[in-house]
């Protein structure tokens, strides 16, 4: 049986949230948000966490 691959949350500057395996560099502009887990567990942190799809810049204008 394969082992199960282990993700993590990241965020970048516009608070957008993705899924990144844990064993890769993170790409350039993504910092850890410091969740980890499989791909399942970390989309539904995601989903509870990111609320409003707009970026960053976009809700600060329309504040």
């Known amino acids: ?30 910092t850890s948000e410091g969740t980890t887990g499989d791909r399942d567990a970390c989309l539904a942190h995601i989903a509870a966490i990111w609320t409003d799809m707009r970026p960053l810049s976009v809700r600060s204008d329309t504040a």
Do not use: C, F, K
């Open 1 to 30: 049986m394969p082992a199960t691959e282990i993700y993590q949350v990241v965020v970048n500057h516009e608070e957008q949230y993705s899924v990144w395996a844990a064993d890769r560099p993170l790409p350039a502009g993504w």
